[in-house]
């Protein structure tokens, strides 16, 4: 009988050593912050566009580096103000740099930036960058002078948009975006960004990042833990009002 009573009298002190020593949620967060079934975060080349050689209030449309420049796009260093030579070599750098001294410029549709990224892992990614709108207007030869308007531009995964679409208004500074995009399998990927609709408008973008998203399992076992923790209290209050 003695044997018989002190299992379960064992299995009591140390259940209730958990609340005392032991709490469940950070616990198992902590866990879940090591799962190494977290994907890796992809590295980009370059995200603020520092590698390419500009000069102070200059335009560059690079051919060569990690970036694929579409269109109009390019890269510049402050402070130029909206200027351009033509049809083409159109750019504006009114805003100071988000990282480094440099970032890329667009104007208008068709203008987009593109990088081919390897994933060594299948799963759920984010792609984010800092985007800034000038504001005023731009002579274009041989098209003359127009207001800039709002402009709207897509993160892209190779040729389709992911995402919603984002609208800037000019004189919008430095503003974070973001998109989520699925990896099916490991390999390499072109993620980039677009403008979308044709009119008079410039974007400028800096500071791009692929991080990974944390899978549904891991987010089921934070939840999890807040479940347990929650049942452990009402057994708690149930025991003490039997007792």
Same mark, same amino acid.
């Given at each position: 009988?003695?044997?018989?009573?002190?299992?379960? %009298? $064992?299995?009591?002190?140390?259940?209730?050593?958990?609340?005392h020593?032991?709490? =469940?949620?950070? !616990?198992?967060?902590?866990?879940?912050?090591?799962?190494? #079934?977290?994907?890796?975060?992809?590295?980009?080349?370059?995200?603020? !566009?520092? %590698?390419?050689?500009?000069?102070?209030?200059?335009?560059?449309?690079?051919? %060569?580096?990690?970036?694929?420049?579409?269109?109009?796009?390019?890269?510049?260093?402050?402070?130029?103000?909206?200027?351009?030579?033509? &049809?083409?070599?159109?750019?504006? #750098? *009114?805003?100071?740099?988000?990282?480094?001294? $440099?970032?890329?410029?667009?104007?208008?549709?068709?203008?987009?930036?593109?990088? /081919?990224?390897?994933?060594?892992?299948?799963g759920?990614?984010?792609?984010?960058?800092?985007?800034?709108? +000038?504001?005023?207007?731009?002579?274009?030869?041989?098209?003359?002078?127009?207001?800039?308007?709002?402009?709207? /531009?897509? !993160?892209?995964?190779?040729?389709a948009?992911?995402? %919603? &679409?984002?609208?800037?208004?000019? @004189? *919008?500074?430095?503003?974070p /975006?973001?998109a989520?995009?699925?990896?099916?399998?490991?390999?390499?990927?072109?993620? @980039?960004?677009?403008?979308?609709?044709?009119?008079?408008? /410039?974007?400028?973008?800096?500071?791009?990042?692929?991080? &990974?998203?944390?899978? +549904?399992?891991? =987010?089921?076992?934070?939840?999890?833990?807040? #479940?347990?923790?929650?049942?452990?209290?009402?057994?708690?209050?149930?025991?003490?009002?039997?007792?």
């Amino acid at each position: 009988m003695k044997s018989f009573w002190k299992i379960p %009298t $064992q299995k009591v002190l140390i259940i209730r050593a958990v609340p005392h020593g032991l709490k =469940l949620a950070p !616990f198992l967060l902590g866990l879940i912050a090591t799962n190494p #079934a977290i994907v890796n975060a992809q590295i980009l080349i370059d995200p603020g !566009f520092e %590698t390419y050689p500009v000069s102070s209030g200059g335009f560059v449309r690079p051919v %060569t580096g990690p970036w694929t420049f579409g269109n109009d796009a390019g890269v510049v260093e402050p402070f130029a103000p909206n200027s351009s030579t033509g &049809p083409l070599n159109t750019w504006s #750098a *009114t805003f100071a740099a988000i990282e480094g001294q $440099q970032y890329a410029s667009t104007y208008a549709g068709g203008d987009s930036l593109r990088q /081919f990224v390897l994933f060594d892992a299948a799963g759920q990614y984010r792609v984010s960058a800092y985007a800034a709108a +000038p504001s005023g207007s731009v002579t274009v030869p041989p098209t003359g002078t127009s207001t800039l308007t709002d402009g709207v /531009f897509s !993160f892209t995964l190779g040729n389709a948009a992911i995402g %919603t &679409p984002h609208t800037m208004t000019p @004189g *919008t500074d430095w503003v974070p /975006f973001a998109a989520d995009f699925t990896i099916a399998a490991p390999g390499s990927y072109e993620i @980039g960004i677009r403008n979308n609709t044709a009119a008079p408008y /410039f974007i400028n973008y800096d500071a791009f990042q692929i991080q &990974p998203v944390p899978e +549904p399992t891991v =987010l089921q076992l934070a939840l999890a833990a807040g #479940a347990g923790l929650m049942a452990w209290q009402r057994f708690r209050k149930i025991k003490a009002t039997v007792t």
